[in-house]
């Protein structure tokens, strides 16, 4: 502890000369500030030191920093110049003046002191003791407080597994990016990693997240110094580039493009990958049209995932610019997607049911079920017209669980009046990627009452190929409970032989596309449906031909070995109220000219 002179007897502190005696109130006071564990100084109204503690004293030995050696009849004002900084410290020091004349009640600032062995944080706090004027003023270290601070601060703006910029921070970025005065060009890349879910299925988590690190270095590398990697989440990143344009960009995106294509190294394994890249940009700054509302980072991110996804539509691995129609699209399924949850929930939607031809017996013994949707304004509307819109926006699920509830009560109500038809019912991949198959299929015949066999579940060569060990595990179960199964539209697609092979279907449909050739083709026709029908064979499956649209077609598809067929030529889908009479006339006929 170090006293000052300090004008004596008229410092109700009675702050002495140092060496010389402190009376006894100057003693108590000396030893409230000795026990602070803060360094701390009494100083008077002109900024004078009158004392230091002890902790002052050690802060400034350990520190070894003339900024901060200051004692006792030194001049605090001077060393509070240095610390703080430049636009600071005279508003500091106008402050500390004020509260020495009592004007307020306490003064807080906080400084940081760069040190060899990094920066350290202070917090300092003054407060007024007495009329004189006389300050207290403590330095607390907080540096330990500011630096877990800061850590966490950088750990809720950053990806953990690539220690990259975070959705949340990316968005500021582009946000300061884009408001900055004087800007150049700014454009953003989406990437989406093409197989990325395989490895992780199939190499496990570790050599996944091991994948990410190695691509969010990869494409790192491949930007310029100023263009910022973020990554949103799962395989999806972002590359926010600053005063580029459009070409830049593009630039950019096929040395991302180049850098993902060399092949990554996985748990010991060489593995080769993809990306689906969508860009979107806005001009210079200023350059806009004046009246259009500002661009944020939400309008470009979102905008550079519409071309990504388009992009990869297209049939991955492609680059793709953003265009104003790719918005007007994805509106329009907004719009529809909005009013299929609406008809869901009422009752525009409605099944139509197409005839399903047995050969050998020339008997109907099946129907399979499509879905419609009666639109108030738009009319009769096919599923092509709203099933894309439904998948993107997880409308799959309830419209599929619709389906089968509603043709498993539509085929127990037939069979009540004797007429046994089994029913086909349609599931896409990403149903079948839910994984509620199943237990949704068990419900629907539970509560209709409908014995398994007369249904039939069918999936596309797609939804197979998708995730081929998942759909066999559900599509085994269905089986197994007496449901059939019917491998659809085989030929239409360039899955996997192997994994259609693990099917375990017990009906196989012959695409339309080989059955409707012209007729100046019927020998490629014949010789394409024909390996088919052999595949079928070897696999042990009945195989049926879809799209038969002529007498000269259901000949051809017979004498190739199908044994059932539908197709225009036997009969359009038609509403479930026409199916009885429809049977009833088909087999009226079939008796006749018998
Ligand atoms: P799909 O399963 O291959 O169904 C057969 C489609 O071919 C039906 O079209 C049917 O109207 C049409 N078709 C039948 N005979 C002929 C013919 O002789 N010539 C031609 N050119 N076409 C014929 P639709 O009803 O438009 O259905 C198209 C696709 O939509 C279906 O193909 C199926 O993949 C899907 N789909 C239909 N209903 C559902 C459903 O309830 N759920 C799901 N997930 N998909 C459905
Ligand atoms: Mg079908
Ligand atoms: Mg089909």
């Known amino acids: 502890m170090r006293t000052g002179t300090a004008g004596g007897a008229d410092l109700p502190l009675d702050v002495r000369r140092r060496g010389g005696r402190p009376s006894a109130p100057a003693v108590v006071v000396e030893a409230v500030?000795?026990?602070?564990?803060?360094?701390?100084?009494?100083?008077?109204?002109?900024?004078?030191?009158?004392?230091?503690?002890?902790?002052?004293?050690?802060?400034?030995?350990?520190?070894d920093d003339d900024r901060v050696r200051v004692g006792v009849d030194g001049d605090y004002f001077a060393m509070a110049h240095r610390l703080v900084a430049d636009e600071d410290t005279g508003n500091l020091i106008e402050r500390l003046r004020a509260l020495s004349r009592g004007e307020c009640d306490s003064v807080q600032a906080d400084y940081a002191l760069e040190q060899r062995d990094g920066t350290r944080w202070y917090h300092l706090q003054a407060s007024r003791v007495d009329q004189a004027g006389q300050v207290v003023v403590t330095h607390t270290d907080v540096t330990s407080r500011v630096r877990a601070e800061r850590a966490s601060d950088w750990r809720a703006r950053h990806d953990t597994l690539t220690e990259l910029p975070n959705r949340a921070h990316l968005h500021e970025l582009i946000d300061a990016e884009l408001a900055r005065p004087g800007r150049g060009p700014v454009s953003v890349l989406f990437?989406?990693?093409?197989?990325?879910?395989?490895?992780?299925?199939?190499?496990?988590?570790?050599?996944?997240?091991?994948?990410?690190?190695?691509?969010?270095?990869?494409?790192?590398?491949?930007?310029?110094?100023?263009?910022?990697?973020?990554?949103?989440?799962?395989?999806?990143?972002?590359?926010?580039?600053?005063?580029?344009?459009?070409?830049?960009?593009?630039?950019?995106?096929?040395?991302?493009?180049?850098?993902?294509?060399?092949?990554?190294?996985?748990?010991?394994?060489?593995?080769?990958?993809?990306?689906?890249?969508?860009?979107?940009?806005?001009?210079?700054?200023?350059?806009?049209?004046?009246d259009a509302p500002p661009v944020r980072s939400t309008d470009l991110v979102r905008d550079a995932d519409l071309a990504m996804y388009a992009a990869k539509a297209a049939g991955r691995n492609r680059v793709r610019l953003f265009t104003a129609d790719l918005r007007s699209a994805a509106q329009r399924r907004a719009t529809v997607a909005a009013e299929l949850r609406e008809a869901l929930h009422g009752d525009q939607l409605e099944l139509h049911y197409q005839p399903v031809l047995h050969l050998p017996?020339?008997?109907?013994?099946?129907?399979?079920?499509?879905?419609?949707?009666?639109?108030p304004e738009r009319g009769l509307l096919p599923p092509a017209d709203f099933l894309p819109s439904a998948a993107q926006h997880d409308l799959i699920g309830p419209l599929t669980r619709w389906v089968l509830r509603a043709a498993?009560?539509?085929?127990?109500?037939?069979?009540?009046?004797?007429?046994?038809?089994?029913?086909?019912?349609?599931?896409?991949?990403?149903?079948?990627?839910?994984?509620?198959?199943?237990?949704?299929?068990?419900?629907?015949?539970?509560?209709?009452?409908?014995?398994?066999?007369?249904?039939?579940?069918?999936v596309a060569e797609s939804?197979?190929?998708?995730?081929?060990?998942?759909?066999?595990?559900?599509?085994?179960?269905?089986?197994?409970?007496?449901?059939?199964?019917?491998?659809?539209?085989?030929?239409?697609?360039?899955?996997?032989?192997?994994?259609?092979?693990?099917?375990?279907?017990?009906?196989?449909?012959?695409?339309?596309?080989?059955?409707?050739?012209?007729?100046?083709?019927?020998?490629?026709?014949?010789?394409?449906?024909?390996?088919?029908?052999?595949?079928?064979?070897?696999?042990?499956?009945?195989?049926?031909?879809?799209?038969?649209?002529?007498?000269?077609?259901?000949?051809?598809?017979?004498?190739?070995?199908?044994?059932?067929?539908?197709?225009?030529?036997i009969a359009a889908p038609m509403p479930a109220a026409e199916v009885p009479g429809w049977m009833a006339a088909r087999r009226a006929h079939a008796a006749g000219g018998a």
């Open 408 to 458: 498993a009560r539509q085929a127990a109500a037939w069979a009540a009046d004797g007429l046994w038809l089994v029913t086909g019912v349609n599931v896409g991949a990403a149903y079948v990627a839910g994984g509620t198959l199943v237990d949704d299929v068990l419900a629907a015949l539970g509560e209709a009452g409908l014995p398994p066999e007369l249904l039939q579940v069918e």
């Open 191 to 290: 990437l989406d990693v093409d197989g990325f879910k395989e490895v992780n299925d199939s190499l496990g988590h570790e050599a996944g997240d091991d994948l990410l690190r190695q691509i969010a270095g990869r494409l790192t590398g491949s930007t310029r110094v100023g263009d910022t990697v973020g990554r949103l989440g799962g395989d999806e990143f972002v590359v926010l580039c600053r005063d580029c344009d459009t070409a830049g960009a593009e630039a950019l995106a096929d040395r991302c493009r180049a850098g993902v294509d060399r092949p990554f190294e996985l748990a010991g394994r060489l593995v080769r990958l993809g990306v689906s890249i969508g860009i979107a940009g806005i001009g210079l700054a200023g350059a806009d049209d004046a």
């Open 463 to 569: 939804a197979v190929s998708a995730d081929a060990e998942h759909a066999a595990a559900q599509l085994t179960a269905l089986r197994l409970a007496g449901v059939e199964v019917a491998l659809d539209d085989v030929g239409s697609g360039f899955s996997s032989l192997v994994e259609l092979a693990t099917v375990p279907a017990g009906v196989l449909t012959v695409d339309r596309s080989l059955v409707a050739v012209a007729a100046g083709r019927r020998r490629q026709a014949a010789a394409a449906i024909a390996a088919v029908v052999a595949l079928g064979r070897v696999w042990g499956l009945r195989c049926q031909a879809e799209g038969v649209e002529t007498a000269d077609q259901l000949a051809l598809v017979g004498e190739l070995g199908c044994t059932l067929a539908q197709g225009f030529h």
């Open 361 to 375: 017996s020339d008997r109907c013994t099946g129907v399979e079920a499509l879905v419609r949707w009666r639109h």
């Open 33 to 63: 500030l000795d026990a602070l564990p803060s360094p701390t100084l009494l100083i008077d109204a002109d900024g004078r030191v009158l004392l230091t503690n002890t902790a002052w004293e050690h802060a400034a030995e350990l520190l």
